[in-house]
């Protein structure tokens, strides 16, 4: 059993910048590849940017180089560094585990981009 655990959203102003944090704890020695995710109002729920266990990374065309993915698998934690960021950028960030055939999901942190 995998938990999953969200931090650092918040509210910022077109063009600021926020690190969010995921930390996974628990039965952690099959988790193969980790990501984040975003759901905005309405919409679907899309992948932001992904990372595998030997350090592969993958990016949504959006991100057009403002986003960084990131771990540290001393502290078994991503982060996904956010600059320039947009209004269209706002939505509730989720932290995924990747297992051979089956995810597991965090609550979700929630940002928003507004002047």
């Known amino acids: 059993q995998v938990q999953l655990v969200e931090s650092g959203g918040g509210l910022v102003q077109p063009g600021g910048s926020l690190r969010l944090s995921c930390a996974a704890s628990?039965?952690?020695?099959?988790?193969?590849?980790m990501g984040w995710y975003r759901q905005a109002p309405g919409k679907q729920r899309e992948l932001v940017a992904s990372?595998?266990?030997?350090?592969?990374?993958n990016y949504a065309d959006f991100v057009k180089g403002r986003f960084t993915i990131s771990r540290d698998n001393d502290k078994n934690t991503v982060y996904l560094q956010m600059n320039s960021l947009e209004v269209e950028d706002t939505a509730v960030y989720y932290c995924?585990?990747?297992?051979?055939?089956?995810?597991?999901w965090g609550q979700g942190t929630q940002v928003t981009v507004s002047s």
């Open positions: 990372i595998t266990r030997d350090g592969r990374r």
């Open positions: 628990g039965s952690i020695f099959s988790i193969y590849e």
């Open positions: 995924s585990a990747n297992f051979i055939v089956s995810s597991s």
